[in-house]
């Protein structure tokens, strides 16, 4: 299920407080600071330290959580 179009509206990146764009509906990305948030069970992890560990990662280089949801 996608996250809302006016939840995401109000969604801001934590650190740099800059809009996020949906990602394969499955990551948040901030459009100032590249910081990468996951979408796990519905619920946006807006943690810096988890934004942090996928800054410098492409998005094409992103885990499919997608993938991994339905396998549980």
């Not at 560990?53 to 396998?71: C, I, R, Y």
């Amino acid at each position: 299920m996608p996250i809302k179009k006016e939840l995401l509206a109000i969604l801001a990146c934590p650190q740099c407080k800059s809009s996020v764009e949906l990602y394969k509906n499955t990551w948040l990305i901030c459009s100032n600071c590249s910081r990468k948030y996951p979408i796990k069970n519905n619920i946006p992890v807006l943690l810096i330290e988890v934004g942090d560990q996928f800054k410098e990662v492409s998005q094409e280089q992103l885990p499919d959580l997608e993938a991994n949801e339905s396998s549980r």
